[in-house]
C-alpha cells in the first residue's frame, strides 16, 4: 500500500512538472526557467506543507527520485511537447489521480506529527494545490484555483472523506481508494455539470 | 494582559480577513480564492516570522481559533460586503490597532527565542506587514506598503518604543499600551498631514 | 580562508542590496519598498536555502552584519545613484564573484548538514539565484533568470567543479578558487558570444 502510494507520488510529481513546464509556453522562458517552474509546481505544495507543520528538510531534499522524476518531466516537456499537448483528457485523469495522493499524503504527514484533524485536511489540501498557485504567481498570473473550477474545493472534501472513513475503515487501502473515487468524482462532476463556486463579487 | 493581547490578536486576524477577502474584488475570484487570499493576509506575516525565527510548526496550525476568526471574516464579508465598505474609519482603527498588536507579539516571540532587539524589531514589523504583501503579490500587484503611506515604518517605531519603554517600565500593560498609542498616533498624523517617506527614484 | 569567504559574502550582500533597491527605479517605490526589495534580494536566496534544508533560524538572523551590509546597499543607492548606475562592469564583477560565494557556502552548509551532493549543488544555485527571483515576482515581473543569460547555469556549473575539484584537492583555497573562476568564466564568455539556453518554446 505504502509502496503504491508512493508510486502514486511519483506520476504524480511527473505529470505536475510537465503542468509547470508547459506554463512557461508563450513567455519565452528558456529550458532553466521551464525547469525551475516544473520544480515548484510538483514539489512547492509538499514543501509549503512541510514548512507549516516543521517537517524539515523537506522530503524531496531526501529523496532524489523526486528529482529525477521531475526532471524526466521537463525532458518529455522538450522533445515531445507537440504529442503532450492533445492529451488532455489523460492529463486530467493523471493530475486528479494526483491531488489525491498528494492530498492524502499530505494529510497522513500532519497527522503523524500530532496536527489538528481539521488542520490536516487543510494541509493535505495545501501539498495538492500551492504548488500552482506559486506557478501562476511567478509567471505573472492570478493563479488559476483561485477562480476555476472545483479544485481545492474537491481535495478538502476528499480530506474530510479519508478522515470520517478513517473512524469506520480497518483497512488503509479501502480508505484510500475511496478519498480517490471521491475527488475523481468531484471534478468530473464539477466540469460535467459546470459547477462553479459563487464568486466574491 | 496576555489574555487581553490574545483576543486582540484574533480581532486583528478576524480584521486582516476581511482586507483579504476584500482584495479579491473586481478580481472575479470565487469564494475559494478569497478564502485562501483572506488566509494569508491574515497569518501571512506571523507565518513568515514563525519560520525565520524557526518556531515551528507556525503558531496557527496549534490553534483551531485563528482558523475560525479567518472564517468568520470571510462570512461577513461574503454577506454583509455593502455594509463593511463604507465603515472605513472603524476599520482603519481596528486594523491600526491589529498591526500593533502583531508587531508587540511577534517581537515579544523573537526575543523569548533570544533573537538579537534589532531584528526582534524587524521580525515584529514582518509580523505585521508581510501577510499584505503575499495578499498584493497573489493579486498581481506591487505590494501596497512599498509606495504607500507610512505604515511599516509606525510598526518599527512602535517596535523601538516598546523595546526602550522595556528598560524603564517594570509592567508590561504600561509598554503595551504606549506601544499602541505610538504606533496610533504615527498613522493618524501621517494620514492627516500626508506624510509620505522619500521615494527611491 | 573562511575569514575571506564571510567578506566576500558581506560584499557580495551589499552589491544584491544594491541591486534589489534598484528595481524598485520607475515603479514609485518609497524608500522602504526599496529597503524591503534590496533585503529580499540580498537574503532571499539564503532564508529559502536554510529553510529547504532546515538550518533554523535562517543565518542573518544571527548575524547583524548582514543587516549593515544591506542598509549600507540602500543608503549608496539613495545617495550615489547616479554615479552607481554606469559601473557596469564594476557591478558585473562583483555580482559574479558575489554568486560565486553565494554559491560555495550554500553548498558547503547543505553538505555540512549531510544533504545528498546532488541537492547540495541545488542549494547552492537556490542561494545564489532565489533571491532575484523573490524580488522579480515582487515587483511584477517574470524573473529575468527564467529567460535570461547563462546565470543559474554558471551557479550549477560551479557547484559541480566545486564538487569535483574536492574529490582531488586537499586545499579548500583551491577549490574555492577554481570554483569561482569556473562562474566567471562562463558568465563572461555567455555574454562575450551571446549565449542563451534553448527556448521551452
Known amino acids: 500500500m505504502n509502496q503504491t502510494l508512493y508510486t502514486i507520488d511519483?506520476?504524480?510529481t511527473f505529470v505536475f512538472a510537465i503542468s509547470g513546464a508547459l506554463a512557461g509556453s508563450g513567455k519565452k522562458l528558456d529550458i532553466f526557467g521551464a525547469t525551475f517552474l516544473a520544480f515548484v509546481t510538483a514539489v512547492g505544495g509538499g514543501t509549503v506543507r512541510d514548512l507549516l507543520i516543521?517537517?524539515?528538510?523537506?522530503?524531496?531534499?531526501?529523496?532524489i527520485n523526486?528529482?529525477?522524476?521531475?526532471?524526466?518531466?521537463?525532458v518529455c516537456t522538450y522533445f515531445f511537447k507537440r504529442y503532450i499537448l492533445p492529451l488532455k483528457k489523460t492529463f486530467f485523469i493523471f493530475?486528479?489521480?494526483g491531488i489525491a495522493v498528494f492530498t492524502i499524503l499530505g494529510m497522513n504527514k500532519?497527522?503523524?506529527?500530532?496536527?489538528?484533524?481539521?488542520?490536516?485536511?487543510?494541509?493535505?489540501?495545501?501539498s495538492a494545490v500551492v504548488g500552482g498557485v506559486i506557478r501562476d504567481t511567478l509567471t505573472n498570473e492570478i493563479p488559476l484555483i483561485f477562480r476555476?473550477?472545483?479544485?481545492?474545493t474537491a481535495c478538502i472534501a476528499g480530506g474530510i472523506s479519508f478522515w470520517l472513513v478513517g473512524f469506520v475503515s480497518p483497512f488503509p487501502v479501502v480508505n484510500v481508494g475511496i478519498t480517490i473515487l471521491v475527488i475523481i468524482a468531484i471534478r468530473v462532476l464539477a466540469i460535467r455539470n459546470?459547477?462553479?463556486?459563487?464568486?466574491?463579487?
Not at 66 to 74: K, R
Not at 194 to 201: D, E
Open 10 to 12: 511519483l506520476i504524480g
Open 54 to 63: 516543521g517537517s524539515l528538510p523537506v522530503g524531496w531534499i531526501q529523496d
Open 66 to 74: 523526486y528529482l529525477i522524476a521531475i526532471l524526466a518531466g521537463v
Open 95 to 97: 493530475d486528479t489521480i
Open 110 to 126: 500532519a497527522l503523524g506529527l500530532g496536527v489538528h484533524p481539521v488542520m490536516a485536511i487543510m494541509m493535505g489540501m495545501v
Open 148 to 152: 476555476q473550477e472545483i479544485y481545492a
Open 194 to 201: 459546470r459547477w462553479s463556486l459563487p464568486g466574491i463579487g
